[in-house]
């Protein structure tokens, strides 16, 4: 049985043709290009029409400047990189130069010298270098040894660090106030004038450190500071029972102790015989004593090796012949040594002593004993007088 097409089937198959002939008539036309043609370029398409905002002032204003930021960021990250170099890198010394760097001076100034002295090779590198690193009001004053091709940034570090050269001044242990005084006046280094002789007995002997600018008074300071805190300590440390009744006492004997000997192992027992004198109210009859009292701090000057019977015979205070006690004052200034030996005296019975001709002295209990020791001393003495007599004579002979 033939079947016969479907409803709405016909009108579908009419409007899909009818759709198919449409889109061939309204297709465009495609012309296809000659070969020469072809090898042509296409034309560039027009810029783009510029925007009226890029054309305004501020913007412009604006870019330049941003420009300008970039700019400068890069040309200061490359100056920080060039002067961070140039302040870590080798100086140009070529061997230790010492410069002297005054007190007050501003970081202009101390660049300015660093650099007349050859010890940087650009002074506002210097001085931007320690400003950068915040160090322009740390910087101290003094004299300084810079060693050869030391940098930049050393040379900040030893000025802040105030690594300055260190003189040094020597005062024997049982020199007087006058002989120190005298001494530091003669430095040539320290500064300034000592105002009055200090007191005898205030200062310690050692050997003291400063650095150019220091004042001459500067150094009694610390002498004077020095003894006050040792004397405290010594003080403080004492043997139970001395027949010494203050610090100042002390020091009055560990002066005495101080001229006497020389010798270190020597001062405990040279100051026992002191102690067992004061507690039997005995004369201490020490030489050094009646010089002190004749001729004060000067004493050091009168060339004698021996005392006169007129000095021992003169009106002295000072004078441990005439006195029987400590004198009233010290006749020189002790050293630690002689301090502690006061302090803590060697336990004897000891109660004389004499020079023995080997540097040292020899000690007695009695008077007896003593006086042997002196007529011994006596020889030895009178060889060496004899001795040095037939020196000086061959020195003679053979000048002429």
Request: charge should be positive; avoid cysteine.
């Amino acid at each position: 049985m033939a079947k016969t097409p479907e409803k709405g089937h016909e009108n579908d198959q009419e409007t899909l043709g009818e759709t198919s002939e449409q889109a061939i008539v309204g297709s465009p036309r495609i012309n296809p290009k000659s070969p020469s043609q072809a090898i042509q370029p296409d034309q560039a398409p027009l810029p783009p029409k510029r925007s009226r905002y890029a054309r305004n002032p501020l913007v412009i204003a604006i870019n330049f400047f941003l420009t300008a930021v970039v700019l400068g960021i890069i040309g200061l990250g490359s100056g920080l990189y060039w002067g961070k170099g140039k302040f870590a890198e080798s100086g140009p010394l070529s061997k230790e130069r010492l410069v002297v760097i005054e007190s007050g001076s501003s970081l202009p100034t101390i660049a300015e010298k660093l650099e007349d002295n050859g010890v940087i090779s650009n002074a506002l590198v210097f001085e931007l270098g320690v400003r950068f690193y915040k160090q322009q009001n740390l910087m101290k004053a003094g004299e300084y040894a810079f060693a050869s091709g030391v940098s930049m940034h050393q040379v900040m570090n030893d000025l802040v660090s105030g690594k300055a050269v260190f003189h040094t001044v020597t005062f024997p242990e049982g020199w007087s106030s006058a002989q120190i005084v005298a001494r530091l006046n003669a430095n040539e280094v320290l500064l300034g004038d000592i105002a009055e002789i200090p007191a005898e007995g205030s200062l310690l002997p050692n050997t003291y450190s400063f650095t150019r600018g220091w004042s001459r008074q500067k150094i009694i300071d610390e002498m004077q500071k020095a003894m006050k805190k040792h004397l405290s300590m010594v003080w403080e440390q004492r043997s139970q029972g001395l027949p010494i009744d203050s610090p100042e006492e002390l020091v009055i004997l560990a002066s005495i102790v101080e001229k006497e000997t020389g010798k270190a192992d020597e001062r405990p027992r040279v100051a026992g015989v002191f102690i067992n004198r004061l507690n039997r109210g005995m004369k201490l009859q020490s030489d050094p004593t009646i010089l002190y009292g004749l001729y004060g701090g000067d004493s050091w000057k009168v060339d004698r090796s021996a005392i006169k019977r007129s000095e021992l015979n003169a009106v002295n205070p000072y004078n441990t012949y005439q006195i029987a006690a400590l004198p009233p004052g010290p006749i020189g200034n002790p050293g630690k040594a002689a301090l502690e030996a006061v302090a803590n005296p060697s336990r004897t019975k000891d109660l004389y002593f004499v020079a023995d001709g080997t540097g040292g002295h020899a000690f007695a209990q009695t008077y007896k004993q003593h006086q042997k020791n002196v007529a011994n001393w006596r020889k030895v003495e009178k060889e060496m007088r004899a001795k040095q007599a037939a020196e000086k004579a061959a020195k003679s002979n053979n000048g002429q």
